[in-house]
């Protein structure tokens, strides 16, 4: 942990503390509280540059994942540090002029800063992350503080539509680049930027070489609104002014040109390269301020300028990487020069466009519009806003004195160079790139005519206005007045600039370019004589004016291009598309039919576990003289349980149905028996008995089994399918029961239930003592159930699906006078009662235990119930059942929570031996206190069940 | 032994499972009934049949069948238990708000 990833957490930090502190900071404009962090951060950096100027690139490290070899290391050389500063210094601008901008009685302030924050904190990750994987995360963190400011005022459609499509575009390209830096892993096993530039020579001719590249542009393409993917950023423009300002034309939107600037140390050099980004940029550039020109709306105006000029700096990335095809020497100089006029162009690009953004704002805050043909005449209005366009505007046209100027004629040399080249194919088409780059010039200036003038002179229509317009508060105006003082201090010295912070840039984008132990020097001048540069900009400052004047009269200069096709339509329907394609593929499998899904599983069973099982040849059929012999009993039990099975699916009525089940469950009690389970076999009989009878109760309310009419294909599925369950779950018990591939845990249990847990019975014992945290979760579960079948049956929940109600709401035990049955459940109850705690405490040594006990418990009870009617049982015990659940419940967390208080691990149990007065010897375990939870449990379950479902006429 | 009782098992699976598959919701009910003591008895078949004495110290063999599957079933028949009472109340009640038990006409709704 350094002073630099503190400078990457600090944003995030302050993020959460705006959260936290909503009470206190809702007093004064949470902005003021936010302020101090980019003011700090810009400061910190400032002091960075002596040591970067020196050369020395910082590079710290703390370790995140050290095993995946992801480990938050921070870099910060000259190009890094460029953006640090533009990040916290027009972040210190912008937050200053969003306090003025955002009300803080109307707006929710705090959540915009804590997007804010959480941007600059990722914007400054981003930039200074040396691991691939950790950039990727800022990367997409800003993608997603972005989408959340561009909603910031998510009650409107169009706020949420781009924001949407923003997050759709960017992320897209996002996850491209993800694969990218993945195929660079690949290739050079390493996720260290440094690491893959160092191991450069030995990727060049690597196969994936060239999609790695492709993959990673087309993140940097994405995200910094390259043509054809810039329709994102015309409709981001309904985030805040200060947004707009910041994010999408200052900071976020430059991080694919970060992006590319980082990797031109790996791939320049090829062709590729160069050709896809000189291309896709001159594209843009051409396109994008053919189509600035043509707005009314000033915000969507400055969003086509952006990307006309992201499109312009991307170009010259390109250009510039022709210097790498000559390694070190005085042939890369001149195409270097291009890298230099990207990085220059880059600064004075997010200080012209903030100051003109943060002029918008001001326009639209204080005349309630940025519709063009609204506007006019605001010179005399607002004069000190004016002269900040009017600069900014003019330093965007490229005229002298301001910054734009000198990074225009660098543009120049940049383009003239590039028709000169005789390598890369570039001779046939190397024209037309200066053609390409004057052509777009010159919308450039018109388009910046347009917003200047149009906006402050002409005719003044106080009439359109919603507000009456007049000058901006102060604090409003410093931030775009300190821009545009900016603009004019670079332009007069720009070598304030070019030796702290170009050179620097210079030797991180292109260190092969030097020997060692050299340095780039970089001198930017005003005037160089008349060049062919100085003739283009005087041809466009003609020729644009003339336009301008043509402006308003020529409809090639102010109507859409195409009128049926734009790419923005093309997203549109291809997200319908996507959409309504997903759906229709979705509800042909999801039919909201519960029995498909059904079918899904058991078909995914029958292939899973069947073809597993052909997969590793385990089919067994018998054979071996391991089996149990089979007696003629058996053979007739076995007869007994399949009979009425296969019957089932024939009977026509309920009560044979629910009959033919409980004949199924007490044959399979038997076998229980025989199989030497003893304790399965009481609770098998009893909830068999319980259950037979809940049916007997319900039933009655339950529609007639009616003649299925399914169509005979459906009946072969169904068939199909079940008669593949049996077979595969045949196979399977045959499989598992011819051999073991490992002992049985049986062992462990058997030997040390009686010294370990005092128990004989081992049942028991696994159930209270070994497993008895699964045991108390499964009577809570239980209790739960019994919860649910409660309020299901008296919760009403108010409301009616359907009209009509049963006038039968409630299933009523019988209360015969059957005086037999009272007569003889008398006696029986008691004796049952009696049997039960027996059972429940002979459990430990004997079958028995809390839950036998406690169905037998509540058997007895049910058949008072049966005998006398709810309302007697009702009256003799006077407890509610839910309660004696809780209790239960309660005493086994509290057994278990015991042996907490003594030290040892949750659920101990202690048992020791006693000689008690009349018993003797008799051996008592806390185990059996757990038991006890358990039958309590289990009896308030049942009875709450019961009790809920049958009610007394 | 063991072979007979997987046939056993194998038809209380697919009948069971038919069960399911019908439209009507207490045959639903009883197929996951049949299910549950198909799965039970495969648990026991599955640790071989008739190894030893019951696993109750107090009968001192000198083998005891596997008492792991038994501890399992146990659990899972009183939950189960548990369940089939949740499901028939749920039936009932969908039965008496909705005045159906044919699985067809319980569909969701297509804006679910």
């Known amino acids: ?14 993020a959460l503390g705006v959260m936290l502190l909503r009470k206190p900071l809702s007093r004064i404009h949470a902005g003021w509280a936010v302020l101090p962090v980019p003011v700090i951060l810009f400061a910190y950096f400032l002091g960075r540059i002596p040591t970067i100027q020196g050369g020395e690139p910082q590079h710290v490290r703390a370790a995140w994942i050290p095993s995946l070899g992801i480990d938050i290391t921070l870099y910060l050389d000259g190009l890094s540090l460029i953006f640090a500063l533009l990040i916290s210094g027009i972040g210190s601008l912008v937050v200053l002029y969003s306090i003025f901008y955002m009300d803080r009685t109307k707006e929710a302030v705090q959540r915009f800063y804590v997007y804010l924050l959480l941007f600059m904190g990722a914007m400054l990750g981003v930039v200074l992350s040396d691991n691939l994987l950790v950039l990727y995360g800022f990367w997409e963190l800003t993608s997603i503080s972005s989408f959340l400011l561009i909603a910031f005022w998510h009650h409107r459609d169009r706020s949420r539509y781009g924001a949407l499509k923003s997050m759709l575009i960017t992320v897209f390209g996002g996850l491209a680049m993800l694969a990218g830096f993945i195929v660079l892993y690949v290739m050079t096993g390493t996720f260290s930027i440094r690491e893959i530039v160092a191991s450069i020579r030995t990727i060049t001719g690597e196969p994936l070489f060239l999609p790695a590249m492709i993959l990673i542009l087309l993140g940097a393409f994405t995200k910094s609104a390259q043509f054809p993917f810039h329709i994102w950023l015309p409709d981001a423009m309904e985030a805040p002014t200060p947004v707009s300002a910041y994010l999408h034309s200052a900071t976020m939107v430059k991080a ?56 312009l700096i991307m170009s010259l990335l390109g250009l510039g990487s022709a210097a790498a095809y000559f390694g070190a020497g005085p042939d890369s100089v001149i195409y270097a020069k291009a890298t230099t006029a990207a990085i220059f162009h880059l600064m004075n690009h997010a200080i012209f466009k903030g100051a003109l953004f943060m002029v918008v704002g001001i326009v639209d805050h204080e005349t309630g519009t940025r519709d063009l043909r609204k506007l006019g005449g605001l010179l005399n209005l607002m004069p000190i806003t004016f002269t900040v366009a009017l600069i900014g505007a003019f330093s965007m046209a490229g005229l002298p004195p301001f910054n734009g100027f000198l990074s225009k004629e660098m543009f120049f040399t940049a383009v003239l160079q590039a028709s000169q080249m005789n390598f890369w194919d570039a001779e046939t088409w190397g024209i037309l790139i200066p053609v390409v780059a004057w052509t777009a010039s010159v919308f450039t200036f018109l388009y910046s005519m347009i917003l200047v003038f149009k906006t402050f002179t002409g005719k003044y229509q106080p009439e359109k206005l919603e507000k009456k317009p007049h000058e901006a508060p102060i604090g409003m105006l410093i931030p775009p007045v300190v821009l545009a003082s900016l603009a004019i201090i670079f332009g007069l010295f720009p070598n304030l600039l070019s030796y702290s912070l170009i050179e620097p840039a210079m030797t991180a984008i292109h260190p092969a370019l030097l020997e060692p132990g050299d340095t780039f020097h970089v001198k930017i001048e005003m005037w160089h004589g008349w060049t062919t540069e100085i003739f283009m900009t005087i041809g466009i400052i003609v020729i644009g004016s003339l336009l301008y004047k043509l402006h308003g009269s020529v409809g090639v200069l102010n109507q859409a291009l195409t009128k049926n096709f734009t790419l923005n339509r093309l997203y549109d329907r291809g997200l319908r598309a996507l959409e309504g394609g997903g759906k229709s593929i979705t509800s042909t499998y999801m039919t909201g039919s519960v029995r498909h899904y059904v079918i899904y599983i058991f078909a995914f069973f029958i292939l899973a576990l069947g073809g597993g099982l052909l997969l590793i040849g385990d089919i067994h059929f018998g054979g071996s003289g391991s089996y149990a012999p089979i007696s003629f009993y058996e053979a007739v039990a076995i007869i007994a349980l399949v009979i009425p099975v296969l019957v089932l699916p024939f009977v026509r009525t309920r009560l044979m149905a629910i009959i033919l089940t409980g ?61 593949g369950v049996g077979v595969v779950v045949t196979l399977i018990a045959l499989a598992a029961s011819t051999g073991r591939s490992f002992d049985s845990i049986a062992d462990f249990f058997i030997k040390e239930s009686y010294p370990s847990a005092g128990g004989k019975n081992i049942v028991n014992v696994i159930l209270v003592d070994f497993r008895g945290f699964d045991t108390l979760l499964e009577i809570m579960v239980l209790g739960i159930a019994s919860l649910g079948i409660y309020a299901l049956i008296r919760v009403d929940l108010g409301e009616q699906l359907l009209g009509q109600r049963d006038p039968y709401q409630e299933v009523y035990l019988p209360s015969r006078n059957d005086v037999i049955l009272r007569t003889v459940s008398k006696v029986v109850i008691f004796i049952v009662v009696t049997f039960s705690w027996y059972l429940f405490s002979a459990g430990h040594n004997e079958p028995g235990g809390g839950f036998i006990g406690g169905l037998m418990t509540a058997a007895a009870l049910v058949l008072l119930s049966m005998a006398f009617g709810m309302d007697v049982t009702r009256n003799v015990i006077p407890v509610q059942f839910r309660k004696v659940t809780a209790m239960g419940l309660l005493i086994a967390l509290l057994t278990g929570i015991g042996s907490l208080v003594l030290g040892v691990p949750f659920l101990s149990h202690a048992f020791g031996h006693f000689d008690l007065p009349l018993l003797g010897d008799t051996e008592l375990a806390t185990a059996v206190l757990f038991d006890l939870g358990v039958y309590l449990a289990v009896v308030g379950v049942t009875m709450t069940i019961i009790n809920s479902i049958g009610r007394d006429q | 032994m063991e072979l007979y009782m997987s046939l056993a098992i194998g038809i209380l699976f697919a009948v069971g499972v038919y069960q399911i598959l019908s439209k009507s919701l207490l045959r639903i009910i009883l197929g996951t009934n049949l299910l549950t003591h198909g799965v039970h008895l495969l648990l026991l078949t599955m640790s071989r049949l008739k190894t030893g004495a019951a696993p109750l110290l107090g009968e001192e063999a000198s083998s005891y069948v596997d008492p792991v599957p038994q501890a399992l079933i146990l659990t899972s028949i009183v939950i189960s238990f548990g369940v089939t009472s949740f499901f028939f109340v749920l039936a009932y009640k969908a039965y008496q708000r909705l005045g159906t038990d044919n699985m067809e006409e319980l569909r969701g709704k297509d804006d679910e």
């Not at chain 1, 942990?1 to 302050?14: D, E, K, N, R, T």
């Not at chain 1, 896809?276 to 843009?284: A, H, K, P, V």
């Open chain 1, 1 to 14: 942990m350094s002073l630099l990833h503190i400078a990457v957490l600090a944003p995030f930090i302050v």
């Open chain 1, 256 to 311: 694919g040109i970060y992006l590319v600037a980082r990797f031109s140390p790996v791939f320049a050099g090829h062709s590729w390269w160069f050709w896809i980004i000189t291309i896709t940029g001159l594209t843009t550039l051409m396109y994008a301020s053919l189509r600035a020109i043509k707005q009314t709306d000033l915000k969507a105006l400055l969003a086509f300028s952006t990307v006309s000029q992201l499109g």
């Open chain 1, 663 to 723: 004949a199924a469950g007490y044959m399979v009690t038997l076998f229980f028996v025989l199989f030497r389970a003893p304790d399965l076999a009481l609770t098998q009989m009893i909830v068999e008995t319980v259950s037979v009878m809940l049916f007997l109760l319900c039933f009655y309310h339950l529609p007639k089994l009616k003649r299925e009419k399914v169509p005979m294909g459906l009946k072969w599925r169904n068939l199909l399918i079940s008669a």
